[in-house]
């Protein structure tokens, strides 16, 4: 179903892992399906300077949060918050269907709350 | 009987999808409809529709006599009399009707018992009621499934005033002694509710004299959505506060006083769902056709064929009892992954394990037109009772057969490796 690029950074994700030092803490959890996934963000300014996460989901909100933190690096934190979901979801590689959208978008949805509730 | 001719009687299901038939096996979340059903709603409106119980032209009449034929039809259905059935949007509406029509008897420090394995919809409505000091308490279940009996002895103190059960869980598919349940609620003088849902579409049903209140669904049964059905034993439901106040459920009103209509009635405010009647009348005239033994008895060959084909499976889990007499056609599951993830969130009643997300083996399985649900099944203690997030699930109806369980296992089979 899921091409081995999901799978392998399923199994492999590069950004898993608590951070003690973070600027920000977004604990998100999906209420449809008991997903359960925290953001760490540290800031250098309003840069990104490192993103992780912990948790656990399903393997599209788990390879889409991996993705997002290795990503958003570098980046600014009000541009990364501000991707709109439909290009968020293109982008993503591979397609998916209306019910799993909520799954891919978790991180994002989850950054852009922790922004407005900060 | 023949099975495969009844799938041809639901137009949804000569649908094709990349070209190839569907598997529908999410009848416990709702069921398809036969051209019956959607014959009856069409004439209705063609035909038939005006406003009930209040015309006194020809067409009111006849839109009256269409929704009260209905509601006879299902109070016929149940063994139940006319008067005692009264319509409401679903089994969530039923239990939340009783929620508040009963409250005014319940004082502080009194207990309501329900189970562990509760559908939401028979928990929340009980839950209201603890700001008022009232106990919500649940009876456990063991590890397959089955109601702890003697844990349901033990609370039944004489403090209990409301025992609301489920007929037959939506995830593990067990079917509780409800007249057992039930001789023991009203021998200690508690009012008891059966949560029908999922066994009335599914088994002969009759109501007895145990039984207070029995909710259930249309939706659920090859009827129309936002049609349900409360029954009530005529003597509750006669002094019981009403629900909702509007129009239709008066016989008097003054500046400042009101004379409730009789039940049912009393209970159904405003304009009813009378097309959603009539094609609930339509489904039980379907389901009458095939006969309620033989949809128990089918849907007990098709568990019984799926179970046997899972525990072939090396990987796939599932939850409830093993003897296909004890359980309906719903089977949850879980795929283990064989994947030494380590992912785990300290978070209580939660085991983290490699098993596949529900949601993973749904989406899976979509890709072979196989429709499964997945989540936790509106029944949150009751995954928390098994220590998982979630569930697939699995279930059967009248327009399932053997080719779809075949569909079904081989699909579920291509998941069943580990990578």
Redesign the interface.
Known sequence: ??TDEI?DRY?NPVK?GRMDKYDMKIDQAST?????I?LYVKLDGNRISDMTW???????S?VSTDMFCENSIGKEIGEVAGEDEGKYVEDFPISI?AG?LS?VLLPLRALKRGIKEK | MTWSRIREDFPILNKKVNGKRIVYLDSTATTQKPRQVIDAIVNYYENVNANVHRSVYRLGDEATEAYEGSRKKVADFIGARTEEIVFTRNTTESLNLLSYSLEGTLKQGDKILITSMEHHSNILPWMRLERKGIKLEYVGFDDEGLLDMEDFKRKLTKDVKIVSVTHESNVLGTINPVEEIGKMAKENSSIFIVDAAQSVPHMPFRVNEYYDFVAFSGHKMLGPMGIGVLYGKYDFLDRMEPFNRGGEMIKDVDFHSVVFEDPPLKFEAGTPNVEGAVGLAAAIDYLKSIGMENVRAHEKTLTSMAMKGIDSLKNVIYYGPRDPEKRGGVIAFNVNSGMKIKRSLERENVRVDSLYHSHDIATFLDGYNVYVRSGHHCAEPLARTLGITGTARASFYVYNDEEDVRAFLEALGGIDVHR
Request: glycine residues 14%.
């Open positions: 179903m899921y799978m199994e898993y449809t399906c008991g997903d359960k925290i912990e948790g656990e989901g399903c393997i599209l788990v269907s799993r799954c």
